[in-house]
């Protein structure tokens, strides 16, 4: 039978970091550095909550926004923990930030509209964006200027087609954060050339130094133009319950919630009720996990740092490093490919996160320091031997 694929979906491949994963899986002893996710699992107290609450019949459809338990807890989240005044119209609860993003551009997207997206940037974004017929603008950012967009770049992207300019802080795959003075360039910037923002703040907990988080939302004049992403998955090791939440004005919540009500229904009953508790449970055990991505994070920064050809920008959050090996080569794709195969260490290729990508490689320090540190000296064997 002739295999007939829709050719929007075919017009784009399955992304290197699956490739990179799977290939993965055909060595042995690999120290795996590619998947972006916690190593630890859901604390025990959130899933006995989440067991209890199924037991005693919390298995049915939600109302497509969301639970209303876990909208109100949200909203006393956000009061308390980010001093913003939210209420149930403006948020969604959706499928993990991933679920929010696709409601949101399906929301605000009609074909030839572009968003403007600083790169290097989360792979989803572009297929989520171009199979609604937008185009993804990337505006390229460098290391030496901490991987943070510059406000002339950004300007000079802007068409009469720019719709949506889309931030990520803190980065994945970079770990920049940007900012408040950065963050107030770039608010001024989208109000006066009258652009939406989407503010994908999945890592928003994983900050180091113990720094305050940064959001355009709370700016002047933003809140009525910007929508966040959040997410359970990181913060609260929970990417599998594949639970997160949208916030922002009425006027795009709403039909995000339609595309959710057509889409999905409703996001999973029970990891709803998990999410509750989780926004319930003491904080400490996430801020220890913070504080271990902070140990691991600089550990790795001060080993990579030390060998030649490897320059490295120090991230302020999350548990990515991005190192530039320009200097060796800017065939990333290749040095990933026979890193692994040549030392059994799995990482993702640059280009994953644009083109802009290429010359470097993202890791993710979601292993023991003993395997981090193992990870170092096979790199630096690897690029000692080969480069
Ligand atoms: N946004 C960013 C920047 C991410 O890195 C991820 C996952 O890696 C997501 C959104 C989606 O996360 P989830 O759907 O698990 O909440």
């Not at 409601?103 to 509209?113: C, H, I, M, Q, T």
């Not at 994983?206 to 998955?233: C, D, W, Y």
Request: hydrophobic share 40%.
């Amino acid at each position: 039978m002739e295999h007939r694929i829709s050719s929007t979906v075919e017009s784009i491949p399955f992304s290197i970091i699956r490739e990179m994963s799977l290939k993965a899986l055909e060595y042995e002893n690999v120290i795996p550095l590619g998947i972006g996710e916690p190593d630890f699992n859901t604390p025990k107290i959130i899933c006995k909550s989440a067991l209890a609450d199924a037991l005693a019949g919390a298995t049915h459809y939600t109302p497509s926004k969301g639970d209303p338990d876990l909208i109100e807890a949200i909203c006393d989240h956000l009061s308390i923990n980010r001093n913003q005044k939210v209420t149930p119209e403006n948020v969604v609860v959706t499928g993990g930030g991933m679920g929010a993003l696709v409601a949101y551009f399906r929301s605000v997207l009609s074909p030839g509209d572009e968003v403007l997206v600083p790169e290097p940037y989360f792979p989803a974004y572009k297929p989520q964006i171009e199979w609604l017929g937008g185009k993804i603008v990337g505006v390229p950012c460098s290391l030496e200027k901490g991987f943070i967009p510059q406000a002339d770049d950004i300007v000079n992207c802007i068409t009469p087609q720019t719709k949506v300019l889309l931030l990520n802080y803190p980065n994945n795959p970079t770990g920049a954060v940007i900012s408040a003075s950065d963050l107030d360039l770039l608010s001024q910037i989208a109000i006066r050339y009258d652009l939406l923002v989407i503010s994908d703040e999945v890592y928003d907990k994983l900050l180091f130094l113990n720094k305050p988080h940064e959001s355009p939302f709370s700016r002047p004049g933003m809140a009525e133009r910007t929508v966040v992403i959040q997410s359970f998955s990181k913060s609260h090791a929970m990417t599998g319950w594949r639970v997160g939440y949208a916030f922002g004005p009425q006027w795009i919540i709403d039909p995000m919630t339609k595309v959710v009500s057509y889409f999905t229904s409703c996001a999973s009953s029970v990891s709803q009720r998990a999410a509750i508790s989780a926004l319930h449970i003491d904080t400490q055990l996430f801020e220890n996990m913070v504080a271990l991505f902070e140990r691991r994070s600089r550990f790795v920064y001060e080993g990579l740092s030390q060998i030649p050809g490897i320059l490295l920008h120090k991230p302020d959050g999350t548990f990515y490093l991005f190192p530039d090996i320009h200097t060796l080569t800017t065939d990333s794709y290749k040095f990933a490919l026979e890193l692994l195969d040549k030392e059994q260490v799995a990482v993702v290729p640059g280009e994953a996160f644009g083109p802009c990508g290429k010359g470097f490689f993202r890791i993710a320090l979601t292993l023991p320091e003993n395997l981090l540190g193992l990870a170092i000296e096979r790199i630096e064997r690897f690029v000692r031997t080969h480069y």
